[in-house]
């Protein structure tokens, strides 16, 4: 039996080309036959829903709180005082946490002691602060004071001791150095007496004072 060819008229191959291209269009896969319809792809995306897509707006950054610029605390005076730049600096820390002025207690140390730090006086004064020895039982209680001639626990006694008598005279040096100097009872009496709290030992200490606090001031 002789083979035919299969022939197609171009009407008919037009045809079927405009079919698959159709079949194609629509997601129709098109598999064997003309006639066979396979299952369709998932239609994809409309080009507007992916413009859309593309367009979304991301949410923006956390806000953070804006860094203040660092402010550097000035440099501190050093005084040219026989009292090294450590001990100075205790000074200054003990003179803050009691509220009065630093040159206030380098003056009473320049004036008690010359910066002695070891020194004992004859009536029982101790230091560099010259802590005299009535005080020191209270001071071990409430300070935890072990040696009186230790230069930090000694100013440590005085500018506790001068900041208490500042407070409760309500600002008044003289009062408040004269009863340092003669306990409180003796300043009241100095008083009576006199009528001022203002002695040769609070005028010396608030020359040294003043003195310090012009070189302060130059510094600055």
């Keep these: 039996m002789r083979r035919t060819k299969w022939k197609t008229r171009?009407?008919?191959?037009a045809a079927m080309i405009a079919i698959a291209t159709v079949m194609t269009v629509t997601g129709?896969?098109?598999v064997g036959t003309a006639?066979?319809?396979q299952p369709s792809a998932p239609s994809p995306m409309p080009a507007v829903e992916i413009m859309d897509f593309l367009q979304i707006e991301l949410p923006p950054p956390p806000q953070t709180m804006p860094q203040e610029p660092l402010v550097q605390d000035p440099e501190p005076t050093y005084y040219d005082i026989p009292l090294d730049h450590h001990l100075q600096d205790v000074t200054r820390e003990q003179a803050e946490a009691n509220g009065i002025p630093t040159e206030l207690l380098l003056a009473m140390m320049d004036q008690e002691s010359d910066y002695r730090p070891d020194l004992v006086s004859g009536t029982s004064d101790y230091g560099i602060?010259?802590?005299n020895a009535i005080n020191h039982d209270w001071l071990r209680e409430t300070l935890g004071v072990t040696d009186f001639l230790d230069p930090e626990q000694s100013i440590a006694c005085g500018?506790?001791?001068i900041g208490?008598?500042?407070?409760e005279y309500d600002g008044d040096l003289h009062h408040a150095l004269t009863a340092y100097n003669r306990g409180r009872g003796g300043a009241a009496k100095y008083h009576r007496n006199n009528g001022t709290?203002?002695?040769s030992y609070s005028r010396s200490i608030l020359g040294i004072y003043n003195e310090l606090k012009e070189v302060a001031a130059d510094a600055s």
């Excluded at 171009?10 to 191959?13: E, G, K, N, T, V």
């Excluded at 208490?164 to 407070?167: D, F």
């Design 10 to 13: 171009p009407s008919q191959r």
């Design 35 to 37: 006639h066979e319809e």
């Design 129 to 131: 602060m010259q802590i």
């Design 28 to 30: 129709v896969a098109i």
């Design 197 to 199: 709290y203002e002695t």
């Design 164 to 167: 208490e008598l500042v407070a």
């Design 159 to 161: 500018a506790y001791m």
